[in-house]
């Protein structure tokens, strides 16, 4: 099994920064990507950026551009840096792996992320 423990969120106004930070312990072999999806109130949980080992990079189009994913394959960890946050970024923010055959194997225990003035 794998295990992934989260850093990082909390309120900040809008424009800001914050920098989101997943490690994961377990069955490491198994991962092939790393990424973080995020849930709104009342909003179907979405996507935002993934990472694989080879580092091929997948961004939500709400983010590209201001947010950025990045992966230490050594360390097991993936950071998201999230520039020009706006409102609508407000959401609980889950690290998620998956296999290479795409299949989930762990989601992280999410980390509110506020942006309000």
């Known amino acids: 099994q794998v295990q992934l423990v989260e850093s990082g969120g909390g309120l900040v106004q809008p424009g800001g920064s914050l920098r989101l930070s997943c490690a994961a312990s377990?069955?490491?072999?198994?991962?092939?990507?790393m990424g973080w999806y995020r849930q709104a109130p009342g909003q179907q949980r979405e996507l935002v950026a993934d990472?694989?080992?080879?580092?091929?990079?997948n961004y939500a189009d709400s983010v590209r551009g201001r947010f950025t994913i990045s992966r230490d394959n050594a360390k097991n960890t993936i950071h998201l840096q999230m520039n020009s946050l706006k409102p609508e970024d407000t959401a609980v923010y889950y690290c998620?792996?998956?296999?290479?055959?795409?299949?989930?194997?762990?989601w992280g225990q999410g980390t509110q992320v506020t942006v309000s003035s």
């Open positions: 998620n792996t998956k296999t290479q055959w795409g299949i989930s194997t762990a």
């Open positions: 377990g069955s490491i072999l198994s991962i092939y990507s």
């Open positions: 990472i694989t080992k080879g580092a091929m990079i």
